[in-house]
């Protein structure tokens, strides 16, 4: 229920099919034109009070809305109390918590997507979500038997746990990308940096003779400008 105020539509809809208001002039005039032979066909008089209740009662007859509610808060025992239709014109159908089968077929299904490292730790992240919601709807019959007070879990509750999972998995995932990253780009300066010395080692041994000769040719040049300031 995106809005509250939609809940008096769905009461008006479980009650007589009808929305007040809900049909331009127009879109009632198509409807008596479809409705009007058919009255006609049953011999029932083709006035437009007759021919929309005929609408109706085919709508009532057709439409089937299905409400999921969960218990948990005011927000469903209110909704009882203001709007009767939900419960005079609806079947209620209290779904028990899911056996451990389905738990694991759900979690298969909401995290077939996730790229494990290997089947084994598909199947143990799959059992520990089983286990966890399993341990918590326990706990809270414990809770319950103990201290008076619900703490309700609710298909809802598994299915967040799973979108948890995943929003965190993608997360975590991501930080440790961007932490590979870096470590990647450190890693290929440091390569490259150790390219660049090694070049230029080679290249000072290379220089080194080069570099012998002219300092015996320096030394022989001072030698000669000592003697020539001697003389």
């Known amino acids: 229920i995106v809005r509250e105020e939609f809940m008096e539509d769905i009461n008006g809809i479980l009650n007589s099919g009808d929305v007040p208001n809900i049909y331009a002039n127009d ?9 009007r032979p058919i009255l006609q066909g049953l011999g029932i008089p083709q006035t437009k009070a007759t021919m929309y209740a005929s609408y109706l009662r085919r709508v009532q007859s057709n439409l089937h809305v299905v409400l999921a509610m969960s218990p948990v808060g005011d927000a469903f025992r209110t909704r009882l109390r203001m709007y009767p239709a939900m419960v005079n014109c609806c079947s209620l159908d209290w779904f028990a918590e899911w056996p451990n089968e389905a738990l694991l077929s759900v979690a298969q299904q909401k995290l077939a ?31 319950l038997s103990e201290l008076g007070r619900h703490n309700h879990v609710t298909p809802t509750s598994y299915l967040e746990l799973l979108n948890m999972y995943r929003n965190l998995y993608a997360d975590k995932r991501q930080e440790v990308l961007k932490s590979k990253h870096r470590l990647e780009v450190g890693l290929d300066k440091l390569n490259s940096t150790a390219e660049k010395v090694g070049v230029m080692q080679e290249e000072l041994q290379d220089l080194q003779p080069v570099l012998v000769k002219k300092s015996a040719f320096v030394e022989e040049l001072m030698k000669d400008i000592s003697r020539d300031k001697a003389a």
Do not use: G, P, W
């Open 27 to 35: 879109e009632i005039e198509s409807i008596n034109n479809i409705m």
């Open 113 to 143: 997507d996730i790229d494990f490292d290997s089947a084994q730790t598909r199947d143990a992240v799959y059992d520990l979500c089983k286990t966890v919601h399993s341990s918590v709807t326990a706990m809270s019959a414990t809770y």
